[in-house]
DNA sequence: CTTGGCACTCGCTGACCGAGAGTGCCAGAC
DNA sequence: GTCTGGCACTCTCGGTCAGCGAGTGCCAAG
């Protein structure tokens, strides 16, 4: 009893399956593929690897279905990435490089995912962890209040206005913002936001008694910014895919779209990667840590520009799923998007 | 037979349906109500109410349930909206007034509205045709590249880098983009959009021939971002509802996510208000326009900072809603998020 | 105009049954 | 030792049928 063969088997069933979404039969199988034995040798087969747990029968006499872990095995060793059509990279590119802007890039890559691969696709905003200040704007507003705009290295923009307590319009005021200006840029500009937040607080020290309440004013909404800022966020889109896949869901697409509406969880999902980074990864049915989402896999893959990985994305489907188109798909979307992140970081 | 009676049960159906979400015999329903006439007076009213084409009964033998027109004649002349608990009021002010910035607060509006309603949440963005240009601000980045941060009244942020093709770095480059800094906001500042970009074409022309290149650059891009910020946004919460309503789609959730996913036809929807701007607007079923809305509900109302209606919200539901505690909703959350934007206006 | 009565309709439920698909196992072939 | 054909068995699925119950429409009397 060769393993190989068992092995073949396993691979036939998740691809019937895969293909007809019903439960596949040792007879159907000899038809469909020619692996040169008779339907009594693949039951026998098919025995063993129920005993293993890779397969499992609905019912005594119906056909199989391949288990969570049957599906790990597929994935792990019985399945190769599949290219893409040179048709399809192209289409990827030209539809990503239309992009005028983060948010853009962000939204038409969920978009991208989730028509190319007909699920749900999940896009994390480039996280702010490792992000530098690139430099910070202030403007006077009204009497007394100042809006800061913190631009960071990723084009990301943040704004938030405050109330300095003092006239900024005479020549005091534009000088006092001037040099405000001036030296949270010398110690912010171009530094991680762990590290400015760190010396824009030692600033506040450092100055005058006089200017201290407007610098401690403008300090401390900063502070605010970059922690929010970190808060990370999460597009989705796709999600009448699931509706469509629906025979897959016995009744459960409620949870799944509470689920969903989880960011939070979201977000930790799409943070716990495999170990290589540049990996598409793959988390199946009930190696799910979250509930409402244990039947449905995750297809992931880190982005990010440079040789930084500062986010996710990732498309969300049912445990049956074609995995290795899938997973072309993400990766080839995530490279693309980090490709145009490389190219708009250098501006 | 009077007509009142006859509109007094058809208010008892309605809201027997809502509750129970089965067809409602006259039996059942002397019984629930207290209409001082018997079974069989109210089933004559019944079978004229269907005459009318206001209920309608599923088969034969089965109790009634409201159409379309039926619930449009309940919702325009039989309900009154139900005020909100001072509970209520209070909790949604406070859940709004936590927010730092514009796209915060559309966040929060549209969660408390889903949560609030267990429906499906629409915000639309405030809309940018009417705003008006509040500050221009110009930052040198890198060698030659110059990044605009368009600051918009409603507190929206836009950016935008460009390249000048001229060294900025030097003395002659930071007067350069002095120079373009003011006079771009001599003429934008405080302007609405249409008027901005018209005023800032006409500025290129007058400009020096040695700086006209990199001004024409500024102006361009301006105006790219002054169209494109024109293009509407709006931002969806609490799809899992619907699945909770599942009872109520005979198998249609599939076609109103969809639906759903078409931002543009949604914006349409929203678009197209009542008469008055002030007043809840209800679309019922099959008043819907769109395809696949048609077994939903879009309870709306016009929003914005001022007496200016820049945009609406709303929930979507199944034709089978609680009306008035959705209407009390709805708009109780349009009035507090008017207010907040007029607040954040001020400053 | 209202009411009680009554015959009628129709969907829902559960039981039953036959067909079909698929299995497990065994005995024999290679 | 491994593979294969055969066979009895199991289980789901779809269809039919009867009984039940809710609800109706209509009628004749109050």
Redesign the pocket.
């Known amino acids: 009893?060769?393993e190989d063969?068992r092995l073949m088997v396993l691979r036939a069933i998740v691809q019937d399956y895969v293909h007809t979404s019903?439960?596949?039969?040792?007879?159907?199988l000899v038809e469909r593929h020619h692996l040169?034995?008779?339907?009594?040798?693949?039951?026998?087969d098919?025995?063993l690897l129920?005993e293993e747990g890779l397969i499992h029968?609905?019912?005594?006499?119906?056909?199989?279905v391949p288990t969570d872990a049957g599906y790990r095995v597929f994935v792990d060793r019985l399945s190769a990435v599949k290219p893409l059509s040179s048709g399809e990279r192209r289409a990827i590119s030209q539809f990503l490089e239309g992009a005028v802007d983060l948010d853009d890039v962000v939204d038409r890559t969920v978009r991208l995912l989730a028509s190319l691969t007909r699920q749900v696709a999940v896009v994390q905003y480039p996280s702010l962890t490792r992000s530098t200040v690139r430099h910070i704007e202030l403007v006077p507003m009204g009497s007394s209040h100042l809006m800061i705009v913190l631009i960071v290295n990723t084009g990301r923009v943040e704004q938030r206005v405050v109330d300095t307590g003092r006239a900024l319009s005479d020549a005091d005021g534009e000088a006092l913002v001037s040099s405000i200006r001036t030296r949270i840029n010398e110690v912010a500009a171009g530094v991680p936001f762990t590290v400015a937040a760190t010396r824009l607080r030692r600033l506040v020290d450092e100055t005058d008694e006089t200017d201290r309440t407007a610098m401690k004013a403008v300090v401390s909404a900063l502070g605010d910014a970059l922690v929010e800022e970190r808060e990370e966020r999460v597009v989705l889109a796709g999600q009448a895919n699931l509706a469509r896949a629906g025979a897959d869901f016995p009744r459960t697409i409620g949870p799944i779209l509470e689920a969903l509406e989880e960011h939070v969880t979201l977000l930790r999902l799409l943070g716990q990667l495999g170990d290589d980074p540049d990996l598409v990864s793959v988390r199946i049915g009930s190696e799910n840590p979250v509930t409402g989402l244990q039947t449905t896999s995750l297809v992931s893959m880190g982005y990010g520009s440079g040789s930084e990985r500062v986010a996710s994305l990732g498309v969300l489907g049912p445990t049956r799923m074609d995995y290795p188109t899938t997973m072309a798909s993400v990766r080839a979307v995530a490279r693309y998007v980090s490709e145009i992140l490389d190219d708009n970081q250098g501006t």
């Not at 029968?57 to 199989?64: D, K, L, N, V, Y």
């Open positions: 009893m060769s063969r019903e439960p596949v039969g040792s007879k159907a040169g034995v008779s339907a009594a040798t693949v039951r026998n098919m025995a129920e029968a609905p019912h005594t006499s119906a056909g199989r």
